[in-house]
Structures are given as structure tokens and as C-alpha cells.
Nanobody, 126 residues
């Protein structure tokens, strides 16, 4: 599986971005795709996940209501819409994929995922 993120950039506080994760090597329906971020000096944090077999979506509390995960099966691409961005959202954002079943209601963790993209930088600053 290959994952390529895009869509990062510099945005002002309160602004929005849409990140894309283009997936190749597997059909999207066979995968769950997660989104993570790593801020400077911090660990990699799970944000959201979509289980493509049934469309179930999962979010951590810190991004509920601001971030939205979606998919386009025709393009084999998963998106993360980032709204109401804050300076604390500044980080490298990664997408990840897994073929294995995990209970994402418990949490979204690095150990649940098998394949990773290279990341895209999001900077929120005025």
C-alpha cells in the first residue's frame, strides 16, 4: 500500500484546509484509513479514522466538530477537512492504513496501522 498526503500549507487562525490521502496498491474498501499529526516536540497523535468497509467514522474529542473525514472511492482517496483551525493545530499530518480490524471506539493509535504516508505540513499562524 502506498499513501500520499497533500493539501497542507499555511493558514490563518480560523481558516480551513482539506487534506488528501491518495491510496494505491489496495482497494479502499479493504482498508481503514487513519489521520494522525505530530506537533514539534510531541508524540504522534491519532485524530480520526474511517473504516471504508462500512463508512464508519471515528474522532478523538479534541477535533470533534472541527475535523471531518470522508472518502471518494472512485478516486481511492480519503480526505480530512480541517475547520476553525488554531495555532495548536500546527503539525505534520499523516495518513495511515490498515487491513486489520481494530475497535476505533477505544482509541486511534499508531500501533493499529500498518502503512504510512510521508506527511504534509500544516501551519496555522497570522
Amino acid at each position: 500500500v502506498q499513501l500520499v498526503e497533500s493539501g497542507g500549507g499555511l493558514v490563518q487562525p480560523g481558516g480551513s484546509l482539506r487534506l488528501s490521502c491518495a491510496v494505491s496498491g489496495f482497494d479502499l474498501d479493504d482498508l481503514a484509513i487513519g489521520w494522525f499529526r505530530r506537533a514539534p516536540g510531541k508524540y504522534r497523535e491519532g485524530l480520526s479514522c474511517i473504516r471504508n468497509s462500512d463508512g464508519s467514522t471515528y474522532y478523538v474529542d479534541s477535533v470533534k466538530g472541527r475535523f471531518t473525514v470522508s472518502r471518494d472511492n472512485a478516486k481511492n482517496t480519503v480526505y480530512l477537512q480541517l475547520n476553525s483551525l488554531k495555532p495548536d493545530d500546527t503539525a505534520i499530518y499523516y495518513c495511515a492504513a490498515t487491513r486489520r480490524y481494530s475497535d476505533f471506539t477505544i482509541g486511534i493509535w499508531v500501533s493499529q496501522f500498518e502503512f504510512w504516508g510521508q506527511g504534509t505540513q500544516v501551519t496555522v499562524s497570522s
